[in-house]
């Protein structure tokens, strides 16, 4: 079973802030938070991931609580193209590659 | 460039049958994946090999066979196809269990 829960689905307007948020109350200390997106019709896509520390690369920005039970992904200026499924995955390095994804949650970037 | 591809992209067969999907990756990576995405959209791990050797393998039926000939191939033979085979499959990629995985755009079996 996944160790994390989304909300189903989101709204955002196209050109705002996408914050999308996950609840991981169970994670290990050497757990990772890991985003992959799926667009319709294709394969997962790698986002970001992180241990404790904030991320931020070319596509988004992780945010992740001091306790680290709850983290947030934000696109920090949607377009259409983000409609997507996102899903959070906590990972352990010691899991063979392994993800478990849950439902994710779907996002719809409205003009 | 395509760095996983899959191949076919639609397979619609009749139960009974085997069949083949092909994965390759152009991206040297050590292991890799098939992942099982059902109607109701769960992705699920099937297999994992890492340098030709399989490491996960989850329950999954012995009519599902992976073959790896070279590390940058992870083919999958599925024998006497069953309705409740039909579904998206998706190969994936990375370096490493560590590293993020980067998967193909899928294979959509259809068995009837």
């Known amino acids: 079973d996944a160790k994390t829960t989304q909300p189903p689905s989101m709204d955002c307007a196209e050109g705002r802030a996408a914050n999308l948020p996950c609840n991981h109350s169970?994670?290990?200390?050497?757990?990772?938070v890991y985003w992959y997106r799926q667009i319709h019709s294709q394969g997962p896509q790698y986002i970001i991931h992180?241990?404790?520390n904030n991320e931020t690369n070319e596509m988004a920005s992780l945010i992740i609580t001091e306790d680290r039970k709850s983290s947030t992904l934000i696109l920090p200026h949607a377009t259409l193209r983000d409609t997507a499924v996102y899903y959070c995955i906590v990972r352990g390095y010691n899991q063979g590659g392994k993800l478990i994804f849950g439902q994710g949650t779907e996002l719809s970037v409205k003009p | 460039d395509t760095a996983v591809s899959q191949t076919p992209k639609y397979l619609v067969t009749q139960m009974g049958n085997d069949k083949s999907i092909k994965c390759e990756q152009n991206?040297?990576?050590?292991?890799m994946y098939w992942y099982k995405q059902d109607s109701k959209k769960f992705l699920k791990i099937m297999f994992s090999y890492n340098n030709k050797e399989l490491i996960i393998n989850e329950t999954v039926p012995n009519r599902f066979s992976p073959k790896s000939p070279d590390k940058a191939h992870l083919n999958l033979h599925i024998n006497s196809l069953e309705l409740g085979d039909s579904a998206v499959y998706f190969c994936a990629s990375s370096q490493g269990s560590g590293s993020p995985l980067h998967f193909g755009n899928g294979t959509r079996l259809t068995v009837t």
């Open positions: 992180g241990l404790k």
């Open positions: 991206l040297g990576h050590d292991t």
């Open positions: 169970t994670i290990s200390g050497n757990e990772y």
